[in-house]
Every structure is written in structure tokens, then in C-alpha cells.
């Protein structure tokens, strides 16, 4: 399909991806809830994802490791507020390196006509430096292959 949509809204401190996929709501919902799923696609291709907790209930945590080739690790977690299957999932999203700059990301998946789904990620910050941090980050890129891997996987799961 495409690529992420970026729109960044420094007035609102967001910015919101999105991409069509080739793909029914209910196998989409799966593929972004489900553990092994999560660490099939998620993160660069050049690294491992290990999901060390994902229990997808409002108050319920996640926590991803990254490990690179070289043995390197890079830890994310955050706290799910917002679920309503396959519809929602709201949570926070926090580097471990870099903590107390927390975001909060609140995806959207939309049934489309000829079973595709049509994925909107949200994520507000705190502030206009903490988003301009992340967008400098190198995120787009990264982003963009999370997505692309969960376009790889959802043709063949």
C-alpha cells in the first residue's frame, strides 16, 4: 500500500501517521495486540524486539527491548489508559534512556471496503521540545519500517 502519512502540528504538540493496510480490522488488531505478533514487526529490521510485558487492558504496561547484532539494548515501556477492541488503543510511550519524556500515542483502526484497515497513530507531548526531539530523532524512518515489517507480516500470518 503507501507509506505513513506524517502531519506534524507543532501547535498541538502532535504529530499523526497513518497507512492503509492490505489487511481486515480484526487480523490488524491482532497483529498490534498480540505479544508474539508485536515482536515480529516492531522496531528496525537490523534488531531484535523483545516483548518483556504487553498486557493490553487500561492500566495494564508494556515494555519492548530492542537488541541490536552487537548485543546492544534499547528499552521502550509505557502504560495502556484507552482499550476498545479493534477500534482504539491509547497508551503512553516512553525511551527508557531518556526518561520523563513521556508521549502519548492513541491509535485509531478503521474497517475499509475490500477488508483493509486503515491505521492512525496519534502521539501528543508534553511539550514543543520533547516533539521536535523525537521528530529529530530519526522516528519517521523508524516508524516507517515498523509498518512496513507489520505490512510484511499481516500477508503472512
Do not use: C
Not at 53 to 72: C, H, L, P
Request: hydrophobic share 35%; glycine share 8%.
Amino acid at each position: 500500500m503507501g507509506k505513513n502519512n506524517l502531519v506534524v502540528e507543532r501547535e498541538k504538540l502532535q504529530f499523526t501517521m497513518s497507512r492503509e493496510l492490505n489487511a481486515p480490522i480484526e487480523k490488524v488488531w491482532k497483529a498490534y495486540t498480540d505479544p508474539e505478533a508485536v515482536s515480529k514487526w516492531w522496531g528496525q529490521r537490523n534488531s531484535e524486539t523483545i516483548v518483556e510485558e504487553m498486557d493490553v487492558r487500561v492500566g495494564g504496561k508494556w515494555r519492548y527491548i530492542q537488541r541490536e547484532k552487537d548485543g546492544t539494548e534499547y528499552a521502550f515501556r509505557g502504560e495502556y489508559t484507552e482499550v476498545e477492541a479493534p477500534t482504539k488503543l491509547t497508551s503512553t510511550f516512553e525511551f527508557e534512556p531518556m526518561p520523563g519524556h513521556i508521549s502519548t500515542d492513541h491509535a485509531v483502526f478503521e474497517a475499509l471496503p475490500d477488508g483493509h484497515t486503515k491505521m492512525t497513530v496519534t502521539s501528543t507531548f508534553a511539550n514543543v521540545e520533547d516533539l521536535d526531539g523525537m521528530i529529530a530523532s530519526g522516528m519517521e524512518g523508524g516508524a516507517e519500517e515498523s509498518w512496513d515489517q507489520l505490512e510484511e507480516y499481516l500477508t503472512q500470518a
